[in-house]
T-cell receptor, first 114, second 118 residues
């Protein structure tokens, strides 16, 4: 079993739709949760970061962490064609001295149709 | 140049060749990372350097040899690779080692080198 599971997609939605991206994980010790966006022929860039459980909102993006279910989500409101990319979840923890060891999901490819 | 740059962007090599990948960060960061991204697989952390000292070797075969001559440059020396080593090799840097979400430990990635081993 992979440590982090993520549906590869592709997920195709019309412009303006609400997008929900999800990851499940098996290691209950994870404490740091991240979402990265990767455009074609580019490196990943950090979108959202959450420590432990809870929600975090940044503009059109909301990240949720449910540690009891070992499930994290990224919601994109009013999706735009420019949101078309691969979204990677990543997590790490619990020790601060090794929290840089990010465990990634395999990524979900999102296509927002104009 | 700004951010994290990687050269070459594309590389094709035979199994008996020796080549090197170069990464340069223009952000004044102290930590640098090599990742491997294979098709439909998660990013895999390969090596981590902090203040030019290797702090992580994630069970990477010896045909991959990293070098960090200073805090701005990171190399990945390749020799006698296998076709299964074909992948996108990504370099990243962060101000400090950390989980990648705080202001000082966010990892900034370069565009990667697409490596094909024939």
């Amino acid at each position: 079993q992979k440590e982090v599971e993520q549906d590869p997609g592709p997920l195709s939605v019309p412009e303006g739709a609400i997008v929900s991206l999800n990851c499940t994980y098996s290691n209950s010790a994870f404490q740091y949760f991240m979402w990265y966006r990767q455009y074609s022929r580019k490196g990943p860039e950090l979108l959202m970061y959450t420590y432990s459980s809870g929600n975090k909102e940044d503009g059109r993006f909301t990240a949720q962490v449910d540690k009891s279910s070992k499930y994290i989500s990224l919601f994109i409101r009013d999706s735009q064609p420019s949101d078309s990319a691969t979204y990677l979840c990543a997590m790490s923890g619990p020790r601060m001295d090794s929290s840089y060891k990010l465990i990634f999901g395999s990524g979900t490819r999102l296509l927002v149709r104009p | 140049e700004t951010g994290v740059t990687q050269t070459p962007r594309h590389l094709v090599m035979g199994m008996t060749n020796k080549k090197s990948l170069k990464c340069e960060q223009h952000l004044g960061h102290n930590a640098m990372y090599w990742y491997k991204q294979s098709a439909k697989k998660p990013l895999e952390l390969m090596f981590v350097y902090s203040l030019e000292e290797r702090v992580e070797n994630n069970s990477v075969p010896s045909r991959f040899s990293p070098e960090c001559p200073n805090s701005s440059h990171l190399f990945l020396h390749l020799h006698t690779l296998q076709p299964e080593d074909s992948a996108l090799y990504l370099c990243a840097s962060s101000q400090d080692l950390g989980a990648g979400g705080g202001s000082t430990d966010t990892q900034y990635f370069g565009p990667g080198t697409r490596l094909t081993v024939l």
